[in-house]
């Protein structure tokens, strides 16, 4: 593998330290190493080759235990640095894990399997043995972790449940008890962020935003801000406890800091069911990142342009602390990997600066975001203490964040197109999340990108023969526009637009240069349709489309090629063939090819 580009956006705790400067991470047949100061990447490619479903990094950061998907798939475990195999774990999945976790203490790995069997299992790794294993649930379960107090109990949670766990002793030996948190009064939710106080108690979020406060298996009370306002607006995809203070953090964009105290205190109201509680403090960190330009690789020439203004506001899908606390990372399911410089002040200090603030309201970071992605500037470790979400950070004060680092941008969901230039080293890509990337890949670097208002369907890079430098590119989109976009030095500039259809347009082919200047461009799509445009090349090598007409086909188009036929052939470019789109619109005898004639082959979804 040359390097990646990609980034799974939507992968829950999928962000591993390694050491101060290095984390691991699952992307698509490889674990990922990737350096937060270079931008470096290494890999561990999957055994199988089908896939990789979880990985984890051991307490003690000399292991690493990849687990694969694929037909009764293995959990690898590799030694660090020297990425050498050396466990295998079998018989803990039918087809895929979801989550893998190692005790505090590092002697037991516990693993999710996914569908269909969604199974507990706890090994001893060290012996390639399974020491416990339990359904975990039915339904989908996101996530598992051991008691940071007792390595005898652990949690689980995921679609619309919790569940906690115990190893007990009973008349046949060691077990595996597993109960189901009761939602009683309170809306069954799906659960994906939990953790436990110091006094015992555990608090998880919900889809809806509000948090649970849980006493064994039973709900102690609901958590709401005042005039129950829920905590979040919308899921809440992360916890972090960091000394007396509750870190929560989701689809909202928003970290909200709360008292560990008032939460272990909180009770229920008049009403039997709720507790209101205020955050100490709220940041939305697209108030920090607003103006932070994209990264780019240090000491690389040129940077990263982006033309995404914040009106897609970041959306919190993991958040992790560095070994040594002095920054955070954020994944931002909008596509996006971000570094938080934090510092440590007295809650006094804090309170005091913050006193003039609405609570819960948003509000800006203390400092300004810096200007540029490599300014950040990373502490070397200090203490033993882990990237655990329950780890505590001692007497430093309380976390403030100072700046905010964006080293990574990337597409939040499925890339739907590709095309290299013919010209250069650059690719171009489009995806679900309505953003065109430039990539350089000589330099293995973002250039710029650009976000639109419909999904790209389909790239086209205008072939050397009609743009010799290789500055022009056509996209397709999912509401049946075709967008003329020119490469120029800081972003796309947007030169034609047009819409021949009316569904998704899956492929654009150009023809050869069918008279002085003047090319076919043929655009297929969902809508069952083939439409062709008269491309004119100025003398100055300006580009201009007009409509010729349009082809029905049988089914959705999914490809067309431009091919060369004898002679004697008759060219699919005449009168005869191509149906005009409106009466007045007719072939031009202009297009006639003077040399061999071109055809188009038209592949449909029906498989004719």
Request: net charge neutral.
């Amino acid at each position: 593998l040359y390097t990646s580009f990609g980034f799974p956006a939507q992968k829950r705790y999928n962000l591993h330290f390694l050491d101060e400067d290095t984390i691991l991470c699952a992307l698509g047949n490889i674990a990922m190493i990737l350096n937060l100061n270079t931008l470096a990447q290494s890999y561990i490619h999957a055994q199988s080759g089908t896939g990789i479903g979880a990985v984890v990094v051991h307490p003690s950061r000399q292991y690493i235990a990849v687990a694969e998907k694929g037909s009764s798939p293995c959990i690898y475990l590799y030694t660090y640095p020297a990425l050498k195999m050396c466990r295998v774990l079998r018989g803990g999945a039918t087809s895929s894990y979801n989550h893998l976790c190692f005790s505090l203490s590092g002697d037991r790995l516990a693993s999710l399997s996914g569908s269909p069997d969604y199974m507990l299992f706890l090994w001893d790794w060290q012996e390639e043995k399974i020491l416990l294993k339990a359904k975990a649930f039915s339904q989908e379960v996101y996530r598992v972790s051991f008691s940071p107090e007792n390595e005898g109990q652990l949690i689980s949670s995921g679609t619309g449940h919790i569940k906690f766990w115990k190893m007990a002793e009973t008349f046949t030996g060691l077990k595996l008890q597993g109960e189901l948190g009761k939602f009683g009064r309170s809306e069954l939710s799906d659960v994906a962020a939990y953790t436990t106080l110091p006094d015992g108690k555990v608090v998880c979020g919900t889809e809806s935003g509000i948090m649970l406060l849980w006493d064994g298996t039973l709900i102690k009370c609901e958590l709401w801000r005042t005039g129950l306002q829920s905590c979040h607006d919308g899921m809440i995809e992360c916890m972090m406890i960091d000394g007396d203070e509750l870190i929560t953090a989701g689809a909202d964009g928003a970290l909200r800091f709360w008292s560990v105290e008032s939460l272990e205190n909180a009770d229920i109201g008049a009403d039997g069911k709720t507790h209101e509680i205020e955050p100490l403090r709220t940041i939305f960190l697209n108030d920090l990142v607003r103006h932070v330009p994209a990264a780019t690789t240090p000491n690389q020439e040129g940077g990263v342009t982006q033309d995404l203004p914040n009106k897609e506001r970041v959306q919190i899908k993991d958040l992790v602390r560095s070994p040594s606390g002095n920054f955070w990372l954020v994944l931002d399911a909008a596509g996006g990997l971000w570094k938080l410089g934090v510092s440590y002040s007295s809650s006094a200090v804090i309170a005091a600066e913050d006193a003039s603030t609405v609570p819960g309201a948003p509000q800006k970071g203390p400092v300004s975001p810096s200007t540029s992605a490599t300014t950040t500037t990373i502490v070397s470790p200090t203490s033993s203490s882990t990237s655990n979400p329950s780890s505590s950070r001692g007497d430093r004060g309380s976390p403030r964040l100072e700046k905010a680092t964006q080293l990574l941008v990337f597409h939040s969901g499925s890339v739907s197109a590709l095309a290299a230039s013919p010209t250069s080293h650059m690719l171009i890509s489009a995806g679900s999340d309505k953003v065109v990337h430039l990539y350089n890949i000589h330099r293995k670097q973002l250039m710029y990108s650009k976000r639109f208002k419909s999904a790209g369907t389909a790239v086209l890079w205008v072939p050397q023969d009609a743009d010799p430098v290789g500055r022009n590119v056509l996209v397709g989109f999912a509401n049946g526009e075709v967008r003329g976009l020119l490469r120029c030095k800081n972003g796309f500039k947007e030169i034609a637009l047009f819409k021949p259809h009316t569904a998704a347009i899956r492929t654009l082919a150009f023809s050869r240069r069918l008279a002085d200047n003047v090319y076919i461009l043929a655009s297929g799509s969902d809508d069952n349709t083939v439409f062709f445009m008269q491309v004119q090349i100025s003398s100055t090598g300006v580009l201009s489309y007009s409509p010729l007409g349009m082809i029905n086909a049988a089914s959705p188009v999914s490809s067309l090629i431009w091919f060369t036929t004898s002679s004697s052939s008759t060219s699919t470019i005449s009168s005869t063939n191509i149906l005009p789109s409106s009466s007045s619109i007719s072939t031009p005898s202009s297009l006639v090819p003077t040399t061999s004639p071109e055809r188009l082959a038209v592949f449909c979804n029906d498989g004719k």
